[in-house]
């Protein structure tokens, strides 16, 4: 079965050492999931593969065989953007942008794992839902590093879609 | 990254045989494992992909919970049993990396992750663990991230896991396949090695086997705390951390096993402690007493001199809030 | 036709202040966000070239000596290798800033651990790593290397200030503190490696690169390439993020333009996330000396300040550490004086904010000790300080809003100006504390060019090589053109980052705003000329809004005027005389409150105010998004980041991301950002001065200072990570 990357199939890589975000930016053409530190390290890479959010960059192409891959430009177009991509730009969530995108991956699979109950460090009892305080939303975008400094600008543009939703 | 072939599991005794070689691995989340490959400081020549082997179920096992080897970190964390019964191994696993990542490691491999030692990472560097006989960088060099405790003068490096430091506390045990059909079953407090002479082996895996799964015992109730002391508030790895599960009964402590990571080699649990604590009343004098068994032969390499003080406050804390005891 | 303003005289004309638009200083979102968000907007390693190869970097295992051979055969027989680039145009260390020269070429000589002395190129990125990691090389590594800038005689740097009597005045005060700190290394750690796609048609060399600078770049690669400007074309045109790392050229855009004029064939070379931390511009670590002594009324009679710090030989970058001690506060007995050991250390150079960045906790800290030696309010011995004019210069300042930033903030923040003593608040097993420093940032402007067109449709185009790093370039001179001539944000298009637009300062020091800014608005000021010429009618007596421009009695839209020709203006701003006349810098103030683990002297940022003038606000969004970026700095810097060397061979160690900790989002609590309002006719013919910096000017020292106030212990060592508090706290 190919690869699938925002519902485009892809044939998978011939030599196996490529990386996913390797293979996501160079053979699909698509340079939104960046490239940061190579190593898991600060989250710039984040994609949702089958749902859940993980770091590209650890992870082989062929190891996705079948998988349904989900990258910024399958969120949203600067025409059509997503709920979390317009309130980033209102809410200035980003200074160079380059973490941007594995910010807005990792936020809207985020959303979905509190809707689904999902505890975190942050959850005082893990045997009961998790409420989505600030804290909640710092502590599960912690694996996205923004040196430009936009945390609070980020953590008000995942509380308002989040209040939205909800 | 050196090439290598990939290879997709299918069967347990076929993939066990496949990664017997020197020279072969298994790969499940890989997050460890690809980090180091890029950095060439594993270059296996084949991969055995086993996710095919489909190991992630979490059942119940008699009264236990059985984890298979890939159920995910994520998966583990959030299962309704882990999060009401066995809450300190969830919160561990919380305490621990990112959403990302715990969303692709797997118990096995979280188990068998390796140290994250400046010198071992660096193959420009002198490291016993990752090229034996090359010396040590760290003893004289960088130690801020390093053991206290059961080092040995050929490497101080630390496990840097969380979840495992949770599983020492709960006694889980680990179950490996070997290949021929069988099969055998380590505590998860004997499955990590200490350095010593041999500072290149970090568990007692030998080639070909391949972990199927961890077995937690029956709930055991009692107070159940995760303590990580780090730099940051998230994402980063312990300097020290104590995993407990007190309990009390009149007025005194009737269970206490306790588990530290980022002190030493391998998850560190001293029987000793639970045995000083059951039947006491709970205090500061008694907590101070079960440091100065935890650190009794602690050895500091500058550098992380101030893992031995912080290692004791860190016990007494968790004890403290354990307890209920107000200092 | 050109519009030349080389700025002499204060500008108090305040023009932006009686046009009619309405945006500037508006908090718009930026033009390029929807780009950014949905990953569209193309950064340098990313535009998609035919034939491109891949080169990888290798890097020296020693820290001092010479490379005598390489052994390309170890690789060129490897799948898919094309060659081994090791030659003499390479530049073996990352370029200062502003340099717009290459001064150090040459790979084979080593002067520290993990600096490139070859690139493998290779037609896929994964076979180029593999190869870079087994070319084999022969080196003769000399011993005498020294990694301790305690262990060499440091050279005094420039003329030291001394005014009276700094000894005497100390042990005549009333009250005094002689106290020493130290901070460690920073590093800039921008998002995005440093990268370079590099092409060579046979005449003209094309590099994609991220760069903060394209000015000074051009002639720097030029100059290391030996080819004219002419034939050098630098394109940035989204830059992730700089903090002073890319203000000069790196190793991989030589490596890069060396290997795409050998081979004819594109080339793009990326840094491995650790050789970013191993090559490019470490913050050096400093060594300070503060004496301060205050008379019997809280003024100050001594101010000394002195700093240790590193470099390469050879190297002319110094972190100006003192560089706003200067003239923070008054005291007639002065003493600053900086000294620099030479080690060999990886390049040091500008991080966010050189000099301030760790000159001014330290200030911050020591004020906040002489405070409670006098037991004053720590807000007021600042009030009782804040000089007239330049103390050693006599030079007036053109504006200076240090007073009222400590007011508004002390007030929004909810300073309690009682007594202070630590340890008067627990939460459970937390210490809660609070702190307070001011903020200081020089003011620093350049020479700048932009051409702004406008189009037959009636809309603007802007064109300068200036650079958008994240600062809302962007945005900002959008906002100034349309607010000139009277059009509204979405009917200005700016082009930026590319060398063949008009020339201007780039993005540094702050500068970029103001310099570039000046440039859009003397354009503007241009076209408006030319727009009143076309309709006849003086241009006092023009309104300019929403495309249209009127006068009493008539008006026309502004695409009428322009007919069927675009009509081009360029402005061209140059730094003047007036510097001679006048001290420009951006003053701020921090209020913070931490918790400090009894246990384990973890230390958690509760919650922060910054209150800050830096001059005409130009998009009160993105100001505030710096603002928020430089206090966040500030909790990187006061509690974890730090650049660990082996003492012994002097390798960086952590030279990654898991383990040089910059803050993630659970260290950053809600942030406050007040924008005291301001005008400063000496900053820039728009009364607009730095803010990209001024955020993180003193912020770590107010969280020392609350960490201090929390639990009693007086922390002299940044960044102040658990073990250190631990040591210096109190027993219970």
């Known amino acids: ?166 | 990254m050196k090439p290598f072939d990939y290879l997709r599991a299918e069967g347990l005794d076929l993939a066990s045989q496949q990664t017997a070689p020197d020279g072969a691995m298994a790969i499940a989340g890989g997050t460890n494992l690809l980090d180091l490959m890029k950095l060439q400081v594993e270059s296996p020549d084949t991969l055995v992909d086993v996710n095919p082997l489909s190991m992630d179920q979490i059942a119940d096992e008699g009264d236990g919970l059985r984890i298979g080897a890939q159920a995910t970190n994520t998966a583990t964390a959030n299962h309704a049993r882990v999060r009401s019964d066995y809450p300190v191994l969830a919160k561990a696993i919380l305490a621990g990396a990112t959403q990302q990542l715990r969303n692709k490691a797997t118990t096995a491999g979280n188990l068998c992750q390796r140290t994250r030692c400046y010198y071992f990472t660096n193959i420009d560097q002198p490291c016993n663990k990752r090229e034996p006989g090359s010396g040590c960088g760290a003893i004289d060099g960088i130690a801020r991230l390093h053991a206290v405790l059961g080092t040995s003068s050929e490497c101080i490096a630390t496990y840097p896991g969380d979840m495992a430091v949770a599983m020492t506390a709960l006694d889980a045990k680990v179950e490996i396949a070997n290949g021929d059909g069988n099969s055998r079953t380590v505590p998860v407090r004997d499955f990590h090695r200490l350095p010593s002479d041999t500072p290149h082996i970090d568990n007692v895996l030998e080639p070909g086997e391949i972990i199927t799964g961890v077995t937690l015992p029956a709930p055991v109730g009692g107070t159940q705390l995760y303590r990580k002391v780090r730099e940051r508030s998230s994402y980063a790895f312990a300097l020290c951390s104590v995993a407990a599960i007190v309990d009390m009964a009149d007025g005194r402590i009737s269970r206490a096993d306790l588990a530290f990571g980022g002190l030493a080699h391998k998850p560190w649990h001293d029987p000793r402690i639970g045995e000083l604590l059951v039947g006491e009343e709970p205090s500061l004098a008694l907590y101070d007493k079960a440091a100065d068994l935890l650190l009794e032969d602690a050895q500091g390499y500058g550098e992380n001199d101030f893992k031995i003080p912080l290692a004791r406050r860190a016990l007494t804390a968790t004890l403290c809030e354990a307890t209920g005891v107000e200092a | 036709m050109s519009a030349h303003l080389k700025q002499d005289q204060p500008d108090d004309r305040n023009v932006l202040d009686s046009t009619a638009q309405g945006i500037i200083g508006e908090p718009l979102t930026r033009p390029d966000g929807l780009l950014k968000v949905t990953g569209t907007a193309t950064y340098s390693a990313e535009y998609d070239i035919e034939n491109c190869l891949e080169g990888v970097l290798v890097t020296a295992p020693f820290a001092k000596g010479t490379v005598t051979s390489i052994d390309e055969s170890s690789v060129t027989d490897m799948p898919g290798v094309i060659a081994v680039i090791s030659d003499q145009r390479m530049t073996p260390r990352a370029i200062q800033g502003t340099a717009g020269e290459a001064p150090i070429t040459g790979v084979c000589k080593v002067d520290y651990w993990g600096q490139p002395i070859a690139l493998v190129v290779a037609e896929t990125f994964e076979e180029a790593r593999n190869a870079a990691k087994h070319l084999v090389i022969e080196y003769d590594a000399d011993d005498d290397a020294v990694f301790d800038p305690q262990a060499v005689e440091p050279k005094p740097d420039d003329d030291p200030t001394r005014q009276g009597d700094l000894a005497s005045a100390m042990s005549d005060a009333a009250h005094s503190v002689d106290v020493e700190y130290d901070t460690e290394g920073h590093a800039s750690a921008a998002m995005e490696p440093h990268a370079a796609i590099a092409e060579w048609d046979g005449d003209t060399l094309t590099v994609h690169a991220s760069l903060q600078m394209l000015n000074y770049n051009i002639s720097e690669l030029a100059d290391a390439m030996e080819l004219e400007e002419s034939k050098v074309r630098l394109i940035a045109r989204y830059v992730g993020g700089g903090f002073g790392s890319k203000l000069g050229i790196s190793q991989e855009i030589v490596a890069g333009s060396v290997a795409a004029m050998e081979l004819g064939r594109p080339v793009r070379v990326v840094m491995s996330r650790q050789q970013v931390f191993q090559n490019v511009m470490r913050r050096s670590e400093t060594t300070q000396r503060l004496r301060l002594a205050v008379d019997s009324e809280g003024k100050l009679t001594a101010f000394g300040h002195e700093a240790l710090v590193s470099n390469l030989p050879e190297e002319d970058f110094v972190e100006p550490v003192l560089q706003s001690s200067h003239f923070l506060y008054a005291g007639e007995n002065r003493l600053l004086e900086s000294k620099t050991a030479r080690i060999h250390l990886m390049t040091a150079g500008s991080v966010r904010a050189p000099g301030e960045a760790v000159g001014m906790p330290v200030l911050e800290a020591a004020m906040d000790e002489l405070a409670n030696e006098v037991g004053i309010d720590p807000i007021k011995l600042r009030l009782n300080n804040i000089p007239e004019e330049h103390p050693a210069t006599g030079l007036p300042f053109g504006s200076h809003k240090l007073a009222e930033c400590l007011k508004q903030g002390a007030k929004a923040f909810g300073w309690d100006s009682g007594p202070r003593k630590p340890r008067q608040n627990r939460e459970g097993e937390w210490w809660i504390g609070t702190g307070m420093a001011s903020a200081a940032r020089v003011h620093n402007v350049g020479e700048a060019k932009a051409r702004v067109t406008l189009q037959p449709d009636g809309t603007a185009l802007i064109e300068t090589d200036m650079t958008d790093i994240g600062t809302g370039t962007y945005t900002i001179l959008g906002q100034i053109a349309g607010e000139m001539v009277g059009l509204p944000q979405d009917s200005v298009l700016t082009e930026l980052g590319d060398t063949r637009f008009p020339r201007g300062p780039g993005s540094g020091g702050s500068w970029g705003a103001a310099s570039a800014g000046s440039a859009v608005f003397l354009a503007c000021e241009a076209l408006r000329e030319e727009i009143a010429d076309k309709v006849g009618q003086p241009v006092d007596t023009l309104t300019f809004k929403d495309g249209v421009v009127s006068w009493d009695g008539g008006s026309s839209s502004l695409a009428d005027v322009a007919g069927d020709e675009a009509l081009a203006k360029e402005g061209h701003y140059e730094p003047g005389d007036i510097a001679e006349d006048y001290t420009a810098a951006s003053f701020g103030a921090f209020f913070t409150e931490v918790a400090v683990n009894r246990w384990t002297g973890e230390t958690r940022v509760r919650r922060m105010t910054g209150a800050f003038g830096f001059g005409r606000v130009l998009n009160a969004k993105t100001a505030r998004s710096q603002c928020l970026g430089g206090m966040v700095w500030c909790i990187g810097s006061a509690l974890t980041e730090s650049l660990l060397f082996d003492p012994t061979d002097g390798h960086l160690a952590n030279c990654d991301l898991a383990e040089y900790h910059v803050p993630v989002n659970r260290d950053v609590p809600e942030l406050e950002v007040i924008m005291v309002e301001e005008r400063d006719p000496v900053g820039s013919p728009i009364q607009a001065k730095g803010v990209g910096e001024l955020g993180m000017c003193g912020g770590a020292g107010a969280i020392g200072n609350a960490i201090y106030n929390a639990c009693g212990a007086r922390l002299r060592s940044f960044p102040m990570t658990p073990d250190k508090v631990l040591a210096a706290m109190p027993d219970d």
């Not at chain 1, 390797?22 to 940061?36: P, S």
């Not at chain 1, 390290?41 to 190891?63: D, F, P, W, Y």
């Not at chain 1, 709920?83 to 973490?99: I, N, S």
């Not at chain 1, 594995?102 to 509190?114: K, V």
């Open chain 1, 1 to 166: 079965m190919p690869l699938k990357i925002n519902n485009h199939p892809y044939d998978l890589p011939g030599d196996p050492r490529v990386s996913l975000l390797d293979f996501i930016r160079r053979e699909a053409g698509l340079t939104g999931t960046k490239k940061g530190c190579d190593h898991g390290q600060c989250g710039a890479c984040t994609v949702i593969v089958n749902g859940k959010r993980i770091n590209s960059c650890l992870t082989l192409a062929v190891m996705h065989d079948g998988d349904e891959v989900t990258t910024i430009e399958g969120l949203g177009t600067p025409t059509e953007p997503s709920a979390l991509q317009q309130a980033f730009v209102e809410h200035d969530g980003y200074q160079c942008g380059y973490c941007t995108p594995g910010q807005i991956c990792s936020a809207t699979a985020m959303l979905d794992e509190i809707a689904a109950g999902m505890p975190s460090d942050a959850t005082d009892d893990v045997s009961g839902a998790p409420t989505l305080t600030d804290e909640e939303i710092r502590e599960r975008m912690s694996g996205n590093l923004c040196r430009c400094g936009a945390y609070p600008n980020i953590v008000a543009a995942i509380r308002e879609v989040a209040g939205a939703a909800s």
